[in-house]
């Protein structure tokens, strides 16, 4: 009929009239029309051109096919039939000689109309990708020529806007690409899950490697569909924002060498995870191009850390510097930069208020830290080479410069510059030199005094940057004797102890001879600690035995209070070290079941932290500082020190702590109008964590994001959850799976009336969990009670049965997997995938809508649009049969891109199979929108 009505000069108006007819009753498939079109080649006929091209149109709106699978497929390779077909009549327009022709003006419009229809029609898109994959030399012959006229055309020409959208067609790959990439989202450039996860790093990890974050933050890139520029940019001005906010505080300290030591090199791990080379990031700089003009957050970091303003000394700059070193900008990037900034800037009026500042200027500013490095390069070559006695009066010399502001200095760039490792084991075998074995020996009090000062400079290391500052536990050996040494042996059996022992375990550690001479030396007021050949790690080993006996003899009345005064006055006025041991051996007394012993404990630990009047206090040997140490860790230890294995968990009876729960409650509530965590709301969070226990912590948690009324608030919620989970993300991430499985699958457990919007953020939150835990390694050292308990729970958990019934597909394919499962580096998070899996499966087959059946089209929508290549750790195992009970019950949820990412098409078969679903899928939404209408 196509052939009938072009024969001759003009076209037979009546034969195209009744091909619209017979398309339109069914007589003719679009797939024929579509080839039919497509094999008109007679391009100078203008009119009957622009006749194809409007039964084209009428074609791209109402496309269908119910057919059998190969004519489902016949169709996608139709459509790029007509690709091809529409990119040479465009080649035949741009021809100068005709491009003056109106008829052919009129066609060219018409032509671009259409290009712009079809490239916005994602079903004919998707069945289009399926077509290129069936054909790749017609997709290289087309594409050649889409090349060749893009570079004829003039950027000005009308016909170069048909060229791109074509060529987006051909581009279009549902199954590589995570996200659309938009352009920068200038209206909301602040992404608070990258804020917040900043901070968690900064306040929780503070010496782990920079790859680690990376990791995570290209992970939350890719999960959240975010832009490398908007990542970059959200990095840099969370440092901005921290370094403003926390000026003249620890807090403040951490953020100037998390911003000018660690962040350079997280760039660079960032750069080449993204960028896959270590060229310098354009993405980078625009980020920092984008936070000049903003200009407020900058002026106000120049403003407290550059008080002076000292030419060459602008805190951007320096950063810039830092950066230019990391090779991650050029010079022309950091000239450009800094000519935007000062255009911009307006620090160098606002310091002409300089003078009503009341706050001095930090003396940890970023200069100084820079500053700092070859310090620590020249302590760390003086403990190597000093090993004598004339050595340890040397080392002890320069720790004492240490006991005061410049320690925060000199362990912050040996964090920065990754030597607080080394600088630490140095520290601990530094009390492994034994120089004399006589009591009166000078050396004694040096060794003794050097004992104290590092076991104090180590344990502050410990409470400000984590155990990650400390060497591998088993990785030192004292020379002398082979066995671990005393400060490593005393964290893993004291301070952090990994098998939950025991208070009276604790106190079989010591030696009863050590036990003795340590009850004569401490009763005695007044009495000279050194008087003894005993070693320091002895005396701090015997410790508990000798505080369980005070604390027991108090009670019974054998002891005096003015006795016990004596002990914590001999230990804080003479050696601070021994008041620490005795604080962290209370800690674990407090958490007994004996009260008695416990409020003789509190007592006793009021005593250890109440302030000693000066003059009380030796006047050499910096006696002031080190207790001032002392005292601070043992503030930590009481605060802020949180065991993972004494948590108190919920009873076996179900019941919530209902303090704890009113203060988690407080704590989103606070979080959430605030719109950021801080340094103490992560402490607190933490806090909650080791007293809730993880199951009792991530279901609140999700319940209470979910009864945020409003979107913005909820979405927010779940941001800042997000971060909050990688406090201790495997164990997290386990019990949001056993939360999914047991409390929403099992008894829906208050969110049987949950909406659509809730389900969602619940599908996002537990797909965002699940990926971003899957690939992380599976913790070996230090694992938890609550996490191996979880951990056998889902390995032992079965999975139920789902009998398969056919339905429209045949049945040697109904039961076919979506895909290869792809395994997770985690088995108990692979198992927990699979069992979620599992249980939407089992609700597919039910032919009600359900909440359940909500979730799982949720949780299928956001694996789909979030995990890109990555989706099936989350769907390997899910089979069609599933997938299809599920688009029958709500055709609407599913889209064409998501049809297509979830199938297996790198064969034919598969194609075969996607083309069938994605045709059927788009007649059941066709059919759902006339029954609406």
Known sequence: MLQLSTVGPTMKTIIFKYIKHSLCSGIISHQAVLEAVAGFRSFEKIHCLSACLDIVSMVESQVQCRGKQEECMDLARSVLSLVEWLSALLEAGVDPAAAADPARQALNLKLAALAELVARNRFLAALLYLGRLEDQGKVLAVTKLLGRLEQELEPTSDHLSVVKQLRSLLEYDPSSGLWPVPAPAREHPIIRAVHCLVQVELSCFRVRPPQALADRLIRLKETQGISAEDLYFNIVRTCCEGLSQAVGTDMGRYWVQFTYHRLPKLMVC??????????????LAAAFHRLVSAGGQLDLVELLYNRDGHAGQDTLELLLREMLKAEVITEEDLQSIMKLRVSVSRASRLRQLQSTLSQDCPGDSPGSILRADPTVK????????????????????????????????????????????????????????????????PSIKNQAILFEVTFLIVMTTVKNYGLEALPPAGSLTCPDTGTEPFIQRWIRLFYRPADGRSVLSLTELGEPSRFTQLYEQLMTPGANLLVSAVRWDEVCLSVPAFIYWLLLAWSDGQVSQEQVQTVVDNMNRQWACLSVCVVVFLKSVLQSSDERLAQKARVLVNM??????????????????????????????????????????????????AALLVQLRQLWDSVVSAGSLSDSDITEFRRLLARGGAAWFVSSTVSMVLDFPFERERQRAEEMALAVFHLDLPLCAL????????????????????????????????????????????????????????????LMQPAPATPPTPDLISADEYERPLAPAAEAAVPAVARAVRLIAAQIAAVAYDSRMTVWTHFSVQYITEAARRGGPRMHVLLGSLTLSAIWHLLCLSPSSFSPDMVVRLMDVREGQGRKVAAKVLCQLHSMQVDERDECR
């Open 608 to 657: 250890y932290l109440a302030p000693v009047p000066a003059d009380c206090l030796p006047t050499g040997d910096q006696a002031h500082e080190r207790l001032a140490l002392a005292q601070s860790i043992m503030h930590h230890v009481l605060d802020d020190f949180l065991p993972r294995d004494g948590a108190v968990r919920i009873q076996s009876g179900g019941e919530e702590p």
């Open 735 to 794: 019990a949001l799976a056993s939360h999914v499985l047991v409390d929403f699958f099992g008894n829906g457990h208050g969110h049987a009336a949950a909406s659509e919007p809730k389900l969602a953020c619940l599908a996002r939150m537990t797909v965002t969990v699940l990926l971003l835990a899957a690939d992380g390694p599976e913790p070996v050292t230090g694992v938890s009670p609550e996490y191996q308990r979880l951990r056998f729970q889902l």
């Open 378 to 441: 020249s302590i760390l070559n003086t403990m190597e080479v000093q090993q004598q006695e004339a050595g340890i009066s040397k080392i002890t010399t320069v720790l004492f410069h240490m006991l005061g502001p410049s320690q925060h200095l000199v362990i912050g760039a040996a964090v920065g510059i990754g030597k607080v490792q080394q600088l630490m084991k140095h520290l601990i075998m530094l009390n492994s030199l034994r120089t004399s074995s006589s009591a009166e020996s």
């Open 270 to 283: 960032l750069n080449n995870g993204l960028a896959g080379s270590g060229a310098p990031s354009a993405a």
